[in-house]
């Protein structure tokens, strides 16, 4: 081996050696690469996010906000095994955490797992009792789950512990609404306004309330209040539509109907009910074109094209109807099938020569007992 011949050769030698050698990546911290994870959450960039999640994870197991990140991430993709999953996980490591029993549980609903959502809300309940939140979120899964009388206390209790926040007012109308008691709903939606009159949402489930509670001159009182602030507001003329139709005043609701088309062309719910409208006021063709418009901007409404075969039937033409009839049960539910089977019934009390008809109420009796 040779000897350096000088200090300073030596030195110089060592320099190119280090220089030229690969340099070696930092790498990230768990901190890092959680944050980056939030980042593209919130930046909306849901696969980045992911993997930047469970690379804090790889590093770190047992970092919760990483797993919190991760379910957050799945879940806005849609990914809900995946999801509930991580939020599992999460629980595990901080089962004391209410905000993280609420987005588990969220997820468990949109699973419609909503019976395995109870016990999980239940809990975050206990550790927040006077938070309405936790309670709203439980009595959602309640129902959902069928448990109506214990939901109902959940949302009173809430209402007890926050009686002047809209937000807790319009939830529980929108429970007393699906649950057909307009006018407790009704009164829960005025409850609302009166701390916040310009809840917009409050306000439509009221209009929609009046009319479900047969109370429609207050419907269109306040639908029409809606529209003198905002005329080209849709769903306030939607929800005037509806208190119209309700009334038996079908040209009204038509009339505002082909308003909201007029700005809203794409409105495939409009047009579907536009077309039942006509329907009843005796425009027969034209509640077969307004249909297939709707049906043509959105395949999977069901009950429109349930709709759309009885008004096939009604014109005698049972072999379009047939068609129409077998792809709506191919899209609808339970509820859309047991509606449609009283349209025929009715129509052919109406009827009850038409031949067409008869056919398809043994057709639609008939698929539901399959």
């Known amino acids: 081996m040779g000897v350096w011949r000088s200090a300073a050769a030596a030195a110089a030698m060592v320099c190119v050696i280090a220089c030229a050698w690969p340099a070696v990546a930092r790498a990230d911290t768990v901190d890092e690469l959680r944050n980056r994870g939030y980042e593209q959450l ?19 197991d ?24 991580a939020y599992r996980h999460a629980v595990e490591l901080n089962p004391g955490s209410a905000e993280i029993l609420i987005g588990y549980g969220g997820v468990l609903m949109e699973a419609s797992r909503a019976a395995e959502a109870v016990p999980v809300l239940r809990r975050a309940v206990d550790l927040v009792p006077m938070q ?14 069928g448990r109506h009388s214990e939901a109902l206390a ?17 939830a529980f109308g929108r429970y007393l609404a699906d649950r057909g008691r307009g006018d407790q709903a009704a009164a829960e939606f005025r409850a609302a306004l009166r701390v916040q009159p310009d809840l917009r949402l409050a306000r439509l489930g009221l209009i929609g309330a009046l009319t479900a509670a047969n109370r429609c001159d207050e419907a269109v009182t306040e639908a029409n209040g809606m529209l003198k602030a905002a005329p080209k507001d849709p769903d306030a003329r939607a929800a005037l539509a509806a208190a119209y139709e309700t ?3 079908r040209e009204d609701a038509i009339r505002e109907y082909r308003a909201i088309l007029a700005e ?25 074109v307004s249909s297939r418009k709707a049906i043509e901007l959105n395949p999977g409404l069901a009950y429109v094209r349930y709709n759309l075969g009885l008004f096939l039937a009604l014109q005698g033409s049972w072999e379009q109807a047939r ?7 191919a899209v609808g539910d339970a509820d859309d099938l047991r509606a449609a089977t009283e349209d025929a019934r009715e129509a052919r009390k109406g009827r009850p020569d038409a031949a067409a008809l008869g056919q398809a109420l043994k057709f639609l009796e008939g698929v539901r007992r399959k």
């Open 42 to 60: 919130k930046a909306g960039k849901l696969d980045a996010a992911v993997e930047a999640f469970a690379a804090a994870l790889k590093a770190s």
């Open 62 to 85: 047992r970092d919760i906000a990483s797993h919190v990140g991760l379910a957050q991430a799945y879940r806005a993709l849609g990914k809900l095994p995946e999801a509930t999953d």
């Open 264 to 288: 809203n062309p794409g409105a495939a719910v409009v047009w579907g009910n536009m077309g039942w409208s006509q329907y009843r006021a005796g425009h027969l063709e034209d509640a077969i």
């Open 132 to 145: 309405p939140g936790p309670l709203l979120a439980l009595a959602d899964a309640l129902a959902r789950a």
């Open 154 to 170: 959940c949302y009173e209790r809430a209402v007890g512990y926050s009686p002047v926040d809209p937000a807790v007012h319009l």
């Open 247 to 249: 009334m038996g005043r």
């Open 323 to 329: 068609k129409a009839y077998e792809e709506a049960a």
